[in-house]
T-cell receptor, first 114, second 113 residues
Framework: GAGVSQSPSNKVTEKGKDVELRCDPI?????LYWYRQSLGQGLEFLIY????????KSGLPSDRFSAERTGGSVSTLTIQRTQQEDSAVYLC????????????FGDGTRLSIL | GENVEQHPSTLSVQEGDSAVIKCTYS??????FPWYKQELGKGPQLIID?????GEKKDQRIAVTLNKTAKHFSLHITETQPEDSAVYFC????????????FGTGTRLKVLA
């Protein structure tokens, strides 16, 4: 597609359930980043991929969070045993390669934990 | 690690006036500074960026200036229009090798018609 695509756009789930968020980057972009934006806050880095590898997972808040990327394209962010504090907008960005390059963002998945 | 501060948190201007948003960063090795505009329910959209080898960059009504010595950079919007109303974020790239962005806390700009 022309831009970064994320799905679902909205997700409401009960506390304790697992959720899976999907990101489809711009075709040909090798670098992919996940950020989290809490209500009225800035963006917080979670994890990034260079190809299918995740060299930096330092931003993941806990071991309930994991992410993978396959085929150098689609990435999924999984949150297990969700908690209310996980409620946020999860944003994905991609860039042609890792480096000082523009990152292009999707519209995010708005996650609400009841 | 890098830290980015952004001011003001909110800014109201009359249509046609100029708006200026300022950011400071802590890591003198940072060398790429993008600015994003985020509208309600949308993801951040890149509007302009600047690299550390230049001091100013302009694109129509939008300009960014960079002062490496003082470690601050600013977004300037001239002849503001109602459609400029949004939240603006500055960012600096982390220099540890990931090139993740460290974002400022955002400025909510309101352009009053």
């Amino acid at each position: 597609g022309a831009g970064v695509s994320q799905s679902p756009s909205n997700k409401v789930t009960e506390k304790g359930k697992d959720v899976e968020l999907r990101c489809d980057p711009i075709s040909g972009h090798t670098a992919l980043y996940w950020y989290r934006q809490s209500l009225g806050q800035g963006l917080e880095f979670l994890i990034y991929f260079q190809g299918n590898s995740a060299p930096d997972k330092s931003g993941l808040p806990s071991d309930r969070f994991s992410a993978e990327r396959t085929g150098g394209s689609v990435s999924t962010l999984t949150i297990q045993r969700t908690q209310q504090e996980d409620s946020a907008v999860y944003l994905c960005a991609s860039s042609p390669e890792v480096g000082n390059q523009p990152q292009h963002f999707g519209d995010g998945t708005r996650l609400s934990i009841l | 690690g890098e830290n980015v501060e952004q001011h003001p948190s909110t800014l109201s201007v009359q249509e046609g006036d100029s708006a200026v948003i300022k950011c400071t960063y802590s890591d003198s090795a940072s060398n790429y500074f993008p600015w994003y505009k985020q509208e309600l329910g949308k993801g951040p959209q890149l509007i302009i960026d600047i690299r550390s080898n230049v001091g100013e960059k302009k694109d129509q009504r939008i300009a960014v200036t960079l002062n490496k010595t003082a470690k601050h950079f600013s977004l300037h919007i001239t002849e503001t229009q109602p459609e400029d109303s949004a939240v603006y974020f500055c960012a600096a790239t982390d220099t540890s090798g990931t090139y993740k962005y460290i974002f400022g806390t955002g400025t909510r700009l309101k352009v009053l018609a």
